[in-house]
C-alpha cells in the first residue's frame, strides 16, 4: 500500500474559477477526513466521511464548497466560484474505522488563487 | 470546547541538543493524542499516537508522554540532527473524530 494520495499536488487558479482536488485513501481505511491548512497555523477540519457517508461539515465549508465519495472509495472537494482567501494547503487523512484510530495523511493540494 | 496550544511557536538549537516540544489542550477527555511532522510544502507525517491509557510512546530518538490530567504532553528529541528541523504538530481527536490540532512549533536545529 502507497499511502494516502493526493491529486493535483499544485493548483494555480484565477479567482472565480472552479477546481477539483481528489483523494486516495488507504484501501482498507472507511474514514476519510478533509483539512485545511493556510500558512503558519495548524490544519482546521473541514468535512469527513464513513464510508459513503459525509457526517459532519464544518462551518468553514461555505456554499461554494462540496465533497463527495462515491461508492466509499476516493473523495473529491470541489470548490466554486474560487477567492483569494481560498488560497491555503489541502490535507486529506484516512483512518481504519473508529474515531480514535491513527489518521495517515497524504502530501497535500496547493491552491493558489489569484 | 477543545483547543490545543503548542509552545513554543519557535525553536533554534544547535546540533546535538536534547530538546523539549510542548503541546497542552483544554479538555482532557481525550481518546488519544498524536504527534506529526512536516516539512515546508508537504503533508504530516505521523510521528507518535498515546492512547488516553498511556503515558509514553517511544520511536527511536524521540519519546512523547501524556499527563491527562494536567491537560499536557510533551515531546523529547534526544541528541538533535539538522534533519529534524520541521514543524511539529500535536493533534487530539474530538468526540467526532475529527482532529484538533495546535498551531505547531517550528524547530530549526543548526548544523
Known amino acids: 500500500d502507497t499511502g494516502v494520495s493526493q491529486d493535483p499536488r499544485h493548483k494555480i487558479t484565477k479567482r472565480g474559477q472552479n477546481v477539483t482536488f481528489r483523494c486516495d485513501p488507504i484501501s482498507e481505511h472507511n474514514r476519510l477526513y478533509w483539512y485545511r491548512q493556510t500558512l503558519g497555523q495548524g490544519p482546521e477540519f473541514l468535512t469527513y466521511?464513513?464510508?459513503?457517508?459525509?457526517?459532519?461539515k464544518s462551518r468553514l465549508l461555505s456554499d461554494r464548497f462540496s465533497a463527495e465519495r462515491p461508492k466509499g472509495s476516493f473523495s473529491t472537494l470541489e470548490i466554486q466560484r474560487t477567492e483569494q482567501g481560498d488560497s491555503a494547503m489541502y490535507l486529506c487523512a484516512s483512518s481504519l474505522e473508529t474515531k480514535g484510530d491513527e489518521q495517515y495523511f497524504g502530501p497535500g493540494t496547493r491552491l493558489t488563487v489569484t | 470546547k477543545q483547543e490545543v496550544t503548542q509552545i513554543p511557536a519557535a525553536l533554534s538549537v544547535p546540533e546535538g541538543e536534547n530538546l523539549v516540544l510542548n503541546c497542552s489542550f483544554t479538555?482532557?477527555?481525550?481518546?488519544?493524542l498524536q504527534w506529526f511532522r512536516q516539512d515546508p510544502g508537504k503533508g504530516l507525517t505521523s510521528l507518535l499516537l498515546i492512547q488516553s491509557s498511556q503515558r509514553e510512546q517511544t520511536s527511536g530518538r524521540l519519546n512523547a508522554s501524556l499527563d491527562k490530567s494536567s491537560g499536557r504532553s510533551t515531546l523529547y528529541i534526544a541528541a538533535s540532527q539538522p534533519g529534524d528541523s520541521a514543524t511539529y504538530l500535536c493533534?487530539?481527536?474530538?468526540?467526532?473524530?475529527?482532529?484538533?490540532f495546535g498551531q505547531g512549533t517550528t524547530l530549526q536545529v543548526k548544523p
Open positions: 479538555d482532557s477527555a481525550i481518546y488519544n
Open positions: 466521511f464513513q464510508n459513503e457517508a459525509q457526517l459532519e
Open positions: 493533534a487530539v481527536p474530538s468526540n467526532t473524530g475529527k482532529l484538533i
